[in-house]
């Protein structure tokens, strides 16, 4: 076959010129790829989101090179990296990108049902993969050309919309939240961490194997979680969170977190004189009815305050060598 298996094309103000920012094409490559990776464990009866690396087989099944930068909008033109021919029918790689490109024009359809090869880890990254779409890039234009698939798929964002909400279907009755995701515990007693919410006391939090390697990646990030959570019946705060889907909000410096949910105001609003009253409303302050409403237990009692000293004092060096 002659040619690349898939070309993409992608449009939008942030791509005139041909050029592209380095960062958009990093998380693009790393997304997509991931993609991949994911359904082509799909295809070989594996759940896609899993701790570590994808098997050897798959990853070498799956490796993608740039062979070419085509002219006109920014547009790569890539191939599978084979190291020997497949035989007909049995090239993981080549089944897996004809399933990933031809499941986005059914994702976007009113079936309930995934396409072949896919599942919520596959969803998860072709989501990540639209915050391009916040970036000034309006579609990615997919034009595959396999032995048996001759195929031209746009992802955009009414795409990225659906795949949204075929994540957040699953979870509608669960909560949400967002902060800064603190102090994971991979321990074999049980996967924690730690959600800091601006204005909430930090909520205790679990997750299953499943989610490990995503929470590692996304510590220190302010993110997004979802998941069924367990309720304080007294006051209604949420106690538990166990962590089902989770988004990296500020994957960038760039990106911009609503006013409602930022940690820090606007630096004009430090001179506009409000009063208790209206800063307590804006913030949603409820006033104390008893002492237990002060009492601040979210401390796990498993953990030393020895142990959170040292935890500061690694973050601090780690800080300091970055410098």
């Known amino acids: 076959m002659n040619g690349p298996i ?47 690396q994808p098997p050897v087989n798959i990853r070498q099944a799956c490796a993608l090179d740039v062979i070419a930068l085509q002219k006109g909008s920014f547009s790569l033109a890539m191939d599978l990296r084979r190291t020997q021919p497949a035989l007909p029918g049995l090239d993981l790689g080549e089944q897996a990108l004809e399933h990933l490109i031809e499941g986005l024009e ?27 779409f916040d970036h000034g890039i309006e579609r990615l234009i997919f034009d595959l050309h396999t032995s048996r698939v001759q195929r031209r798929v746009v992802h955009d964002y009414a795409l990225h919309r659906r795949l949204v909400e075929r994540i957040e279907g699953p979870l509608e009755d669960q909560i949400v939240r967002e902060g ?43 993110v997004r979680i979802r998941g069924p959570a367990e309720i304080d019946p007294l006051t209604g705060k949420v106690r538990k969170i166990e962590i089902r889907d989770l988004e990296i909000l500020d ?26 009253v209206t800063l307590a409303e804006e913030q949603g302050v409820q006033p104390v009815q008893s002492l237990d409403d002060l009492w601040g237990d979210f401390w796990p009692e498993d953990e030393s305050v020895d142990e959170f000293i040292e935890t500061v004092r690694r973050w601090r060096r780690e800080g300091l060598e970055k410098n």
């Not at 990093?26 to 070989?44: I, K, M, N």
């Not at 601006?198 to 995503?214: G, K, L, Y």
């Open 6 to 52: 898939l070309t993409v094309r992608l449009e939008g103000p942030a791509v005139e010129g041909g050029r592209i920012a380095l960062r958009d094409l990093v998380h693009f490559g790393r997304q997509f790829q991931s993609a991949l990776e994911r359904t082509a464990r799909v295809l070989s009866g594996q759940v896609s989101v899993r701790r570590g």
């Open 106 to 132: 059914v994702v976007c359809g009113p079936e309930p049902e995934l396409p072949m090869g896919y599942d919520l880890g596959v969803l998860i990254a072709l989501r990540d993969l639209g915050r391009l």
């Open 180 to 222: 800064r995701l603190l102090m994971a515990d991979l321990r074999e007693t049980g996967l924690r961490c730690r959600l800091h919410p601006p204005a909430e006391p930090p909520i205790h939090c679990s997750f299953d194997e499943a989610m490990a390697e995503e929470i590692i990646n996304a510590l220190r990030h302010y």
């Open 251 to 276: 994957w960038d410096e760039e990106k911009e977190i609503s006013a409602k949910s930022r940690a820090v105001a606007e630096p004009g609003l430090f001179w506009t004189g409000y009063d208790v």
